[in-house]
């Protein structure tokens, strides 16, 4: 097996005394799309957030590449090449599509402090953020307002910025969330693109967009994981199961999108909470 | 506009109201002043309520140049030349100490710290003996340009606040389009994005508050040539306040917006000062109405007019 690119090692995060991420341990290796499911509130946000560089754990330590980055700043990380997107869409909604890309672009070309050259003609900045958006299917919308996309186009929006600067591994934080099936169907095709290039760790509640996507599963309940293997491993392990799988999902061609899933009917009403999805 | 305020001296000299020379001396310095808060409040969402404290440190250079000039002989000190530069120094280096601590705060607390800083700063004004304390520092001349330029002329200083002016708002509109300007207004808009994409905003926006203070240092000391006075009464908190409300008034994170602001705050001042003793009364629901019905501020109900289609 090759080298890890994300080594997590007995990672701790408590908020009082809640313990999000419980002594938890993931591998990542370069190329697979690792994919990260659990019942709600089980600190997978928690978890992506600790790896970018937002939360400080408690105790563990994170390896990116062989280096320890438990301490680094987050903005290190993303020099580094990891990037994040986010659950809720987090985007620039004052500036353009386009706009939103060059700033993404602007953060990788060295330091911004330069007070003189107006930016927004710059040609190092709008060429490569035109062909990211060109790459997520965006182009044709670069000059409308961030905040006037639909909500599929916003999630697209949201790996763009996150691809720019090309990043070694890229952490998508449920892109497929609130999305309806056709929606759902292109952001699969745009990660089938992606997947290619990058290796992707994939927090998702889409069971369908998951097992098509994912080489390797990891799953997360109250904080640690109780499972990794590929997704034939995952369907037939029985602790999965009870934990979280639940007696509906059964059969390796059965999705979750039956009526009474427990793992997507629970989810829906978080995508419209406006926190970040753990406490 | 910017083209009626540089006219209006020679017509104030012809109509023999020359006083209005002054009121609009008052006015332009306090645009400078405003634009610079602007950068940081408008474009940049720092809420900083302490700004007046650089209005107080770049006056004081002048005057506390100028007095030791005086009492002691020092004549270096009491030349344009260095006391310019001195307060826009001086004031970029409060900012720098000020945001250094205040940037790590957000919200409310980032409100409270600045106001808290320039407090500070103004107790300490009224703590310098020497200089006056809280009757603050008569100007015995004002800043002295190797004869080049004349302050103490009414319309000169009018003239050189203009131009000044005038830099202000270049400055302004080249930072906002620059990429400085782009991570300043992102940090804005998202900082939390801003930080995933790999800013380290703070930074910046420590940045961004030294140019805003050493821009309200430069309107400083035209203010202490313009009153040929200093005192801590430059630096208190409701100055600060009268700062924030012009931008408001004017129109937040637009380029004339606090100039229009200025304008509209001073001449409102002096209008209904001349009726009333209480003009905040009259003057309160005015600014209410702004906020509730012209969220751009008055700049935005010009534009709008001035472009009926859009």
Same mark, same amino acid.
């Given at each position: 097996?090759?080298?890890?690119?994300?080594?997590?090692?007995?990672?701790?995060?408590?908020?009082?005394?809640?313990?999000?991420?419980?002594?938890?341990?993931?591998?990542?290796?370069?190329?697979?799309?690792?994919?990260?499911?659990?019942?709600?509130?089980?600190?997978?946000?928690?978890?992506?957030?600790?790896?970018?560089?937002?939360?400080?754990?408690?105790?563990?330590?994170?390896?990116?590449?062989?280096?320890?980055?438990?301490?680094?700043?987050?903005?290190?990380?993303?020099?580094?090449?990891?990037?994040?997107?986010?659950?809720?869409?987090?985007?620039?909604?004052?500036?353009?599509?386009?706009?939103?890309?060059?700033?993404?672009?602007?953060?990788?070309? +060295?330091?911004?402090?330069?007070?003189?050259?107006?930016? %927004?003609?710059? !040609?190092?900045?709008?060429?490569?953020?035109?062909?990211?958006?060109?790459?997520?299917?965006?182009?044709?919308?670069?000059?409308?307002?961030?905040?006037?996309?639909?909500?599929?186009? %916003?999630?697209?929006?949201?790996?763009?910025?996150?691809?720019?600067?090309? !990043?070694?591994?890229?952490?998508?934080?449920?892109?497929?969330?609130?999305?309806?099936?056709?929606?759902?169907?292109?952001?699969?095709?745009?990660?089938?693109?992606?997947?290619?290039?990058?290796?992707?760790?994939?927090?998702?509640?889409?069971?369908?967009?998951?097992?098509?996507?994912?080489?390797?599963?990891?799953?997360?309940?109250?904080?640690?994981?109780?499972?990794?293997?590929?997704?034939?491993?995952?369907?037939?392990?029985?602790?999965?199961? %009870?934990?979280?799988?639940?007696?509906?999902?059964?059969?390796?061609?059965?999705?979750?999108?039956? !009526?009474?899933? !427990?793992?997507?009917?629970?989810?829906?009403?978080?995508?419209?909470?406006?926190?970040? +999805?753990?406490? | 506009? =910017?083209?009626?305020?540089?006219?209006?001296?020679?017509?104030?000299?012809?109509?023999?109201?020359?006083?209005?020379?002054?009121?609009?001396?008052?006015?332009?310095?306090?645009?400078?002043?405003?634009?610079?808060?602007?950068?940081?409040?408008?474009?940049?969402?720092?809420?900083?309520?302490?700004?007046?404290?650089?209005?107080?440190?770049?006056?004081?250079?002048?005057?506390?140049?100028?007095?030791?000039?005086?009492?002691?002989?020092?004549?270096? =000190?009491?030349?344009?030349?260095?006391?310019?530069?001195?307060?826009?120094?001086?004031?970029? *280096?409060?900012?720098? *100490?000020?945001?250094?601590?205040?940037?790590?705060?957000?919200?409310?607390?980032?409100?409270?710290?600045?106001?808290?800083?320039?407090?500070?700063?103004?107790?300490?004004?009224?703590?310098?003996?020497?200089?006056?304390?809280?009757?603050?520092?008569?100007?015995?001349?004002?800043?002295?340009?190797?004869?080049?330029?004349?302050?103490?002329?009414?319309? $000169?200083?009018?003239?050189?606040?203009?131009?000044?002016?005038?830099?202000?708002?270049?400055?302004?509109?080249?930072?906002?389009?620059?990429?400085?300007?782009?991570?300043?207004?992102?940090?804005?808009?998202?900082?939390?994005?801003?930080?995933?994409?790999?800013?380290? $905003?703070?930074?910046?926006?420590?940045?961004?508050?030294?140019?805003?203070?050493?821009?309200?240092?430069?309107?400083?000391?035209?203010?202490?040539?313009?009153?040929?006075?200093?005192?801590?009464? =430059?630096?208190?908190? $409701?100055?600060?306040?009268? *700062?924030?409300?012009?931008?408001?008034?004017?129109?937040?994170?637009?380029?004339?917006?606090?100039?229009?602001?200025?304008?509209?705050?001073?001449?409102?001042?002096?209008?209904?000062?001349?009726?009333?003793?209480?003009?905040?009364?009259?003057?309160?629901?005015?600014?209410?109405?702004?906020?509730?019905?012209?969220?751009?501020?008055?700049?935005?109900?010009?534009?709008?007019?001035?472009?009926?289609?859009?």
């Amino acid at each position: 097996m090759n080298e890890p690119i994300l080594q997590v090692r007995q990672l701790v995060k408590r908020f009082g005394s809640l313990t999000a991420t419980n002594h938890l341990d993931l591998t990542v290796v370069p190329g697979e799309v690792h994919a990260v499911i659990g019942p709600n509130g089980a600190g997978k946000t928690t978890l992506l957030g600790q790896i970018a560089g937002e939360l400080k754990p408690d105790s563990g330590t994170i390896h990116f590449n062989g280096v320890n980055i438990t301490h680094r700043p987050d903005h290190h990380r993303v020099h580094m090449g990891l990037a994040r997107s986010f659950q809720i869409t987090n985007l620039f909604t004052e500036f353009t599509v386009l706009e939103n890309v060059m700033l993404a672009v602007q953060a990788q070309d +060295g330091h911004s402090f330069r007070f003189w050259r107006p930016a %927004q003609h710059d !040609p190092s900045l709008r060429e490569p953020a035109l062909a990211i958006l060109e790459e997520v299917d965006l182009r044709p919308r670069a000059d409308a307002m961030a905040a006037s996309l639909s909500h599929g186009e %916003q999630r697209q929006l949201e790996i763009a910025i996150a691809l720019t600067g090309q !990043p070694k591994l890229l952490m998508l934080d449920e892109p497929m969330a609130g999305m309806g099936p056709v929606e759902t169907q292109r952001m699969i095709e745009i990660l089938q693109e992606l997947r290619h290039r990058l290796t992707i760790l994939l927090i998702e509640h889409d069971m369908d967009a998951v097992f098509s996507l994912a080489d390797r599963i990891s799953v997360v309940v109250y904080g640690d994981t109780i499972a990794t293997g590929t997704p034939e491993d995952i369907r037939a392990n029985e602790e999965v199961r %009870q934990a979280y799988l639940g007696d509906t999902f059964s059969g390796p061609t059965t999705g979750s999108e039956t !009526p009474n899933s !427990p793992a997507h009917g629970s989810e829906k009403p978080e995508s419209g909470n406006p926190g970040s +999805g753990n406490p | 506009m =910017m083209i009626g305020l540089a006219v209006l001296p020679p017509i104030a000299v012809a109509l023999e109201e020359e006083f209005f020379i002054d009121l609009f001396s008052r006015v332009i310095i306090h645009a400078i002043a405003a634009v610079s808060l602007n950068l940081i409040l408008g474009y940049g969402g720092m809420v900083s309520f302490g700004h007046a404290a650089y209005l107080g440190v770049g006056g004081y250079m002048v005057g506390i140049g100028t007095f030791h000039a005086f009492e002691d002989g020092v004549e270096w =000190m009491g030349s344009g030349w260095v006391q310019f530069p001195a307060a826009i120094l001086a004031s970029a *280096l409060v900012a720098l *100490l000020i945001g250094a601590v205040s940037l790590r705060t957000r919200g409310v607390y980032f409100i409270m710290i600045t106001l808290a800083f320039a407090q500070m700063l103004f107790f300490s004004g009224v703590g310098l003996e020497i200089y006056g304390a809280d009757d603050g520092l008569n100007l015995y001349s004002t800043s002295d340009f190797s004869g080049w330029v004349d302050l103490s002329n009414e319309s $000169t200083l009018y003239y050189v606040s203009y131009a000044m002016l005038l830099l202000a708002l270049y400055t302004s509109h080249r930072i906002i389009g620059s990429r400085f300007g782009w991570v300043i207004r992102g940090a804005r808009s998202n900082e939390r994005r801003m930080r995933a994409v790999g800013f380290p $905003t703070y930074s910046y926006r420590l940045a961004a508050f030294m140019i805003a203070g050493g821009m309200c240092g430069l309107a400083g000391a035209l203010m202490a040539n313009h009153t040929e006075y200093v005192s801590p009464s =430059m630096m208190h908190w $409701t100055k600060s306040g009268d *700062l924030i409300i012009m931008i408001v008034l004017g129109g937040m994170g637009t380029l004339f917006g606090p100039v229009v602001g200025a304008v509209a705050f001073l001449f409102l001042e002096e209008f209904l000062s001349s009726i009333t003793e209480h003009w905040q009364i009259i003057f309160g629901p005015m600014l209410i109405l702004v906020v509730l019905f012209a969220r751009g501020g008055i700049d935005s109900l010009l534009t709008l007019r001035r472009r009926p289609d859009e």
